[in-house]
C-alpha cells in the first residue's frame, strides 16, 4: 500500500526524478488486446528519455541473479546480437542476467529499458544504483508502483508479467527449477508472444524447461539461432541496424 500522509512529497519526488504517468496503452502506442489487459496494470511511472510510444522490437533478456560463467558470457553474447540489430534490451535490474544484459546493452551503444519490482525511487539491489540512475536519466526505467509503495516479494513476480507485457519476445538465458523468471515465461506464452531457451537451460534437465516447450517456447542452440529471432519473429526496427551502419561505414 502506498502511505498517502504526504502527497505533496511525493509529487515533488515524481517531479525530482521526472516520473511520468501513462497508461500502458500509451506506452506502447496500441490498444491492449483482451488477453493483454487481464494483468495489465492501470498506471505507470516512467523516468528517462526513450521517446514514447516505446521503439520497437524490444526482447527481454533474463535469468537467474546466481548464473554461471557460461551464462554470464550467453547474456553478454546475445545481448550484444541484438543490440547491434537495434533491438531494445528489457531486463529486470536484478543481479545476475539482468545487470550483465543492461551493462552490456549500455556498453554497446544500445537503448535499455529496466522494469522494476519497487517503486521509481527506490534502489534494488543496492549495488545497482548507479547503474538504475543511468538508465532513468538515459534510457528508460518503469514500474507499475507508486512513490511510498511498501515492496513484497510477491511484486517483483507480478513485474515480470509487465515485462512480457511490454516485450515482443522473451528470451531466458539461464535459470533455477524456481527463478522468478519462470513467471515471465508462462505469460509471454499466453499473451501469444515468442519465447526462446538458451541452451543451458536444456542441459540441466528442469521440469518447467520440458512443458514450456511444449507449450511451443523454442531453443536457442547459437547465437546464429538468433538470425531467426531478429528476422522473421519480431517487428522491423525503425532504424538502419547498427551492425549494417558498420559495414557501410567500413
Same mark, same amino acid.
Given at each position: 500500500? =502506498?502511505?498517502?500522509?504526504?502527497?505533496?512529497?511525493?509529487?515533488? %519526488?515524481?517531479?525530482?526524478?521526472?516520473?511520468?504517468?501513462?497508461?500502458?496503452?500509451?506506452?506502447?502506442?496500441?490498444?491492449?488486446?483482451?488477453?493483454?489487459?487481464?494483468?495489465? &496494470?492501470? =498506471?505507470?511511472?516512467? *523516468?528517462?528519455?526513450?521517446?514514447?510510444?516505446? !521503439?520497437?522490437?524490444?526482447?527481454?533478456?533474463?535469468?537467474?541473479?546466481? &548464473?554461471? $560463467?557460461?551464462?554470464?558470457?550467453? *547474456?553478454?553474447?546475445?545481448?550484444?546480437?541484438? %543490440?547491434?540489430?537495434?533491438?531494445?534490451?528489457?531486463?529486470?535490474? #536484478?543481479?545476475?542476467?539482468?545487470? %550483465?544484459?543492461?551493462?552490456? #546493452?549500455?556498453?554497446?551503444?544500445?537503448?535499455?529499458? #529496466?522494469?522494476?519490482?519497487? !517503486?521509481?525511487?527506490?534502489?534494488?539491489?543496492?549495488?545497482?544504483?548507479?547503474?538504475?540512475?543511468?538508465?532513468?536519466?538515459?534510457?528508460?526505467?518503469?514500474?507499475?508502483?507508486?512513490?511510498?509503495?511498501?515492496?513484497? !516479494?510477491?511484486?517483483?513476480?507480478?513485474?515480470?508479467?509487465?515485462? *512480457?507485457?511490454?516485450?515482443?519476445?522473451?528470451?531466458?538465458?539461464?535459470?533455477?527449477?524456481?527463478?522468478?523468471?519462470?513467471?515471465?515465461?508462462?505469460?509471454?506464452?499466453?499473451?501469444?508472444?515468442?519465447?526462446?531457451?538458451?541452451?543451458?537451460?536444456?542441459?540441466?534437465?528442469?521440469?518447467?524447461?520440458?512443458?514450456?516447450?511444449?507449450?511451443?517456447?523454442?531453443?536457442?542452440?547459437?547465437?546464429?539461432?538468433?538470425?531467426?529471432?531478429?528476422?522473421?519473429?519480431? &517487428? $522491423?526496427?525503425?532504424?538502419?541496424?547498427? #551492425?549494417?551502419?558498420?559495414?557501410?561505414? *567500413?
Amino acid at each position: 500500500m =502506498v502511505n498517502f500522509g504526504d502527497l505533496r512529497s511525493i509529487e515533488e %519526488v515524481e517531479k525530482q526524478l521526472g516520473i511520468k504517468k501513462l497508461t500502458p496503452s500509451e506506452l506502447l502506442g496500441r490498444k491492449l488486446n483482451e488477453f493483454e489487459k487481464k494483468y495489465a &496494470p492501470k =498506471v505507470l511511472y516512467v *523516468a528517462g528519455s526513450m521517446r514514447i510510444p516505446l !521503439p520497437e522490437p524490444r526482447v527481454s533478456v533474463i535469468g537467474t541473479r546466481n &548464473p554461471s $560463467p557460461e551464462g554470464l558470457e550467453a *547474456a553478454r553474447n546475445i545481448t550484444e546480437y541484438l %543490440v547491434e540489430r537495434n533491438v531494445v534490451i528489457v531486463s529486470g535490474l #536484478a543481479r545476475g542476467i539482468d545487470t %550483465v544484459a543492461h551493462k552490456t #546493452a549500455i556498453e554497446r551503444g544500445g537503448k535499455t529499458i #529496466a522494469v522494476l519490482g519497487t !517503486p521509481l525511487n527506490r534502489f534494488y539491489p543496492a549495488e545497482n544504483k548507479n547503474l538504475q540512475k543511468l538508465i532513468m536519466k538515459e534510457h528508460l526505467a518503469i514500474s507499475q508502483y507508486p512513490i511510498g509503495w511498501v515492496t513484497k !516479494p510477491k511484486h517483483f513476480v507480478i513485474r515480470n508479467r509487465t515485462m *512480457a507485457l511490454i516485450s515482443d519476445a522473451s528470451i531466458i538465458v539461464e535459470a533455477g527449477e524456481t527463478s522468478g523468471v519462470i513467471s515471465q515465461g508462462w505469460e509471454t506464452l499466453r499473451l501469444g508472444k515468442p519465447l526462446f531457451l538458451w541452451k543451458l537451460l536444456v542441459k540441466k534437465d528442469l521440469e518447467w524447461v520440458s512443458k514450456m516447450r511444449k507449450y511451443g517456447a523454442i531453443v536457442l542452440e547459437s547465437i546464429d539461432d538468433l538470425e531467426y529471432v531478429v528476422e522473421e519473429m519480431l &517487428p $522491423p526496427s525503425e532504424e538502419v541496424p547498427l #551492425a549494417e551502419k558498420l559495414k557501410i561505414e *567500413a
